[in-house]
C-alpha cells in the first residue's frame, strides 16, 4: 500500500506498554492505518509537529490536569477524529467522551483488534481493511516554534479568548462565555495572531494557535 494513501494516526497514552503494544499491533495487521505520533503527554501531542492528525487514539485518564473534555475538544476543532480508549470503563467515563465529541469508546480490556475496527468504522473505513475510494488527508502541520519562543504579551481579555477559543469553543461561544459582543471576541483573536505573527512566530490557522497556546502553557 503506498504511504499517500494510508490514515495518520497520533497515539496519546502515558503508559509506554499500551504505546507499544497498539503501535506493534497496527504495524503488524493494519496497513491502512499508519503510527505518526505517539505521545505520552497533552502538550506532547498538540505541540508535535505531526499534529493534528486526522485520528487520535486518546486514553482517558491521563496524569494531566487537561480535561477529557476539553482534550477531545481540542482535537475536534483541529479537524481530527477521536477514539477514546479506557481502563475505566464505566457508563459515566463513556458518556463524557460521547458528549465531548468522541467518535467511539473503547475499554482496554478488549483485544486491540476490536479498537482497530472501530478505527476502522470512525475513518468511514471496511473492516477488511481497505482504503476507501478519494479518501482527503489533511496537510501536516507547520513546523514548531523555538525552544524558548518569544512573548506575544497578550492582554488578559486576548488571554481569555484564547483560552476559550483552543478548547475548541467557536467565536460565537467565546463571546457569549466572556459576556462581550461577538466583533469584540473576533477582536481579540485576530490581535492575539497578530501579536504571534509580530513576535516571528506564525498562528494563523487554527493548529498553529493551539501550538502556540500549547507552547506558552494555555493549555495546561
Known sequence: MNSDERIRVAILDDH???LDGISSWIDSHAPEFEIVLRARSWIELVTSDDFPTPLVLMDYQLADSVSIEARIRTCRAAGARVVVVSALDSRESRQRAL???AAAFVSKTLPV???VDEARAVMDLPSNGSIAVGEQRPSPAETSAPRRPA???LSASEEHALRLYVQGHST???ARAMGVSFETAKTYLRRV???YARV???ASRKAELMRRAAEDGYLE
Do not use: M, Q, S, Y
Request: aromatic share 0%.
Open 99 to 101: 458528549d465531548a465529541g
Open 172 to 174: 460565537v461561544a467565546v
Open 193 to 195: 495572531r497578530e501579536k
Open 200 to 202: 516571528g512566530r506564525p
Open 151 to 153: 512573548d506575544p504579551r
Open 16 to 18: 509506554e506498554l499500551i
Open 113 to 115: 483488534a476490536v479498537l
